[in-house]
């Protein structure tokens, strides 16, 4: 990796530390008139499929209840979606048919219409044919060049479907594209029910969070996390590092970390994230144990290591029973818990047991109504699934990058877009 510019970092960190929009400016459809509406509902169907096969359906489930909410009120409901990066024009492999397909058997008794376009006459005559009470899903918008570009004329032509813009699709809130942003000027936006949940569980576990609080900020490299280290010394009560990040924080502090993952050129920038959690009040707490092998594969010989004893022919691959007990123990001293990243290298057993075991602990603080547990990130969510606990946590974020530039502090520019539009 490059040498990283330390000046650039704080240069970074202090421009992250604007504000927020002011959420209570957001209208939801709660109470919402859709009576014979046209409502434009923007959801994120950007969704696993393989010969024509939907293969997980957790992102469309979790708008469902947006959507029927929205039909039990007599509203004829047009949703809006992309699908991965496909270039200019229809591709086999991005289209949404699947997912319409997948809507009708998940939604029984509801006429879900598929719609080969997002604009032009064939998307005016199919929206013009629904009655209240139908859906029709429109094709992918990023078939055109106007929705990455936020362009103003595309989005008028989606807004020409509609009376009511509708988003639920707080993965994409971090990009400024024309069905998250620009629509928001034309037609009167509105919050979902996920988008709603989304930003009422990270505005209570960032901002307004029960204190003490914690976070857990799993991952292998610093270099990838700067920002999100960084605004959460300045939130936290105590900041867990664990995973690779946890290695170059130890061996900036000069403990031996035999071959684990490590980023020595990350060494000044750690200095100044741990003399900004100083300032802040911030506790960080590192693992002072591990699970290490000299190789990362099953069936790989494995041992337990006190931090500073870990060989040179040895790797880090998950945090020791030590450092499991002594988090368990943290854990019940806190009201609100945010995570982000498992503590080990949980793809192969048994390096997965760390993260699993407090996983499983936090989950029982949760059901206990001791602690707010929010978790969010493509790993994390594996691995609390792998877990058990998918369900026990107060809230679980389906969210991607938008996760993570909440995390560093960001303004979302869809977030931002509900709350200051008055279309």
């Known amino acids: 990796m490059n040498d990283i510019d330390v000046s650039t970092f704080v240069r970074a960190a202090n421009?992250?530390?604007?504000?927020?929009?002011?959420?209570?400016?957001?209208?939801?459809?709660?109470?919402?008139?859709?009576?014979?509406?046209?409502?434009?509902?923007?959801?994120?169907?950007?969704?696993?499929?393989?010969?024509?096969?939907?293969?997980?359906?957790?992102?469309?489930?979790?708008?469902?209840?947006?959507?029927?909410?929205?039909?039990?009120?007599?509203?004829?409901?047009?949703?809006?979606?992309?699908?991965?990066?496909?270039?200019?024009?229809?591709?086999?492999?991005?289209?949404?048919?699947?997912?319409?397909?997948?809507?009708?058997?998940?939604?029984?008794?509801?006429?879900?219409?598929?719609?080969?376009?997002?604009?032009?006459?064939?998307?005016?005559?199919?929206?013009?044919?629904?009655?209240?009470?139908?859906?029709?899903?429109?094709?992918?918008?990023?078939?055109?060049?106007?929705?990455?570009?936020?362009?103003p004329d595309f989005a008028k032509e989606l807004a020409a479907l509609g009376d009511i813009y509708v988003n639920d699709a707080f993965s994409t809130a971090h990009r400024a594209h024309a069905s998250v942003e620009a629509i928001t000027h034309l037609l009167p936006p509105y919050a979902?029910?996920?988008?709603?949940?989304?930003?009422?569980?990270?505005?209570?576990?960032?901002?307004?969070?029960?204190?003490?609080?914690?976070?857990?900020?799993g991952g292998a490299k610093v270099s990838t996390k700067i920002q999100v280290l960084t605004n959460l010394t300045e939130r936290m009560d105590q900041l867990v590092l664990a995973g690779g990040m946890a290695s170059t924080f130890l061996y900036a502090q000069g403990v031996e970390i035999g071959k684990s993952l490590c980023q020595p050129d990350a060494v000044p920038v750690v200095r100044e994230i741990m003399a900004r959690a100083k300032e802040h009040d911030c506790e960080i707490v590192l693992p002072r144990d591990f699970v290490v092998a000299k190789e990362f594969k099953a069936g790989a010989a494995w041992q337990v290591c006190d931090a500073g004893n870990i060989p040179q022919d040895q790797m880090i691959l998950d945090m020791g029973p030590k450092s499991v007990a002594d988090l368990e123990r943290r854990f019940a001293e806190m009201k609100t818990l945010l995570w982000n990243g498992p503590v080990g290298a949980f793809e192969i057993e048994p390096f997965g047991n760390g993260t699993f075991e407090l996983m499983q602990a936090a989950a029982r603080l949760v059901r206990d109504g001791k602690l707010v547990a929010i978790a969010g990130g493509g790993d994390t969510v594996a691995a609390l699934n792998i877990a058990g606990v998918g369900e026990d946590f107060s809230y679980v974020s389906t969210a991607g990058g938008a996760f993570l530039e909440w995390l560093e502090g960001k303004t979302l520019p869809g977030v931002a877009a509900l709350a200051e539009s008055r279309a």
Not at 136 to 146: C, K, Q, T
Not at 197 to 208: G, N, Y
């Open 192 to 217: 979902g029910l996920l988008m709603t949940a989304e930003i009422r569980a990270l505005d209570r576990a960032l901002e307004h969070p029960a204190r003490p609080v914690m976070a857990i900020a």
């Open 15 to 151: 421009a992250n530390g604007g504000g927020k929009p002011d959420f209570s400016r957001i209208r939801t459809i709660d109470g919402l008139e859709v009576k014979g509406k046209r409502v434009l509902v923007r959801v994120d169907f950007n969704v696993p499929i393989k010969d024509g096969i939907v293969g997980d359906t957790t992102r469309i489930e979790r708008v469902l209840p947006t959507i029927k909410q929205l039909l039990a009120g007599g509203a004829k409901v047009i949703v809006l979606s992309h699908l991965g990066r496909p270039k200019t024009g229809t591709m086999t492999d991005t289209t949404l048919r699947p997912i319409a397909d997948k809507m009708a058997e998940l939604m029984p008794g509801t006429k879900v219409t598929f719609i080969n376009n997002c604009v032009g006459d064939e998307a005016r005559r199919g929206v013009d044919a629904l009655q209240p009470g139908e859906v029709a899903l429109l094709e992918n918008l990023r078939y055109n060049d106007g929705e990455k570009k936020n362009d």
